[in-house]
């Protein structure tokens, strides 16, 4: 999954910030999608490597997921890339239980998404 995250990370457009990130989801039934970061000059439009992997995903009808690997590179190699809050929000909705694997303190590690995100907005139907 590692290596789909990297060859992911080569269509990231980041002509701002050269932070390429690439993300690669399966879900339950066994598919993958990947997703590449997509910058934009007003910065609050651009997207992370995450959804656009999810939204891809879920665009195509699934629903369920159980890993997803992320990867960010710069000119002078990867970087830890642990999913932003905004991406961990997105994948909780559909998966509380998703395993992700990113580089954290120069190591890939892999986390249970509820342990990234303990208390996500709308969980018990009451924040919205």
């Known amino acids: 999954m590692l290596e ?37 000059d007003s910065y609050g439009l651009s997207i992370c490597a995450e959804r656009v992997a999810l939204f891809k995903a879920v665009s195509e009808g699934e629903r369920e997921f159980s890993e997803l690997a992320v990867v960010a590179e ?3 190699g990867e970087e830890d890339a642990p999913p932003c809050g905004a991406c961990r929000q997105a994948l909780q909705e559909f998966s509380p239980g998703l395993r992700i694997t990113y580089r954290r303190d120069g190591e890939h ?20």
């Open 74 to 76: 710069t000119d002078t």
């Open 109 to 128: 590690v892999t986390r249970l998404l509820s342990e990234l995100l303990p208390d996500p907005f709308g969980q018990d139907g009451k924040d919205v």
């Open 4 to 40: 789909q995250a990297r060859w992911a990370a080569r269509n990231a457009y980041a002509p701002a910030s050269a932070f390429r990130v690439g993300a690669v989801i399966i879900s339950t039934s066994g598919r993958m999608f990947t997703g590449a970061n997509i910058e934009n």
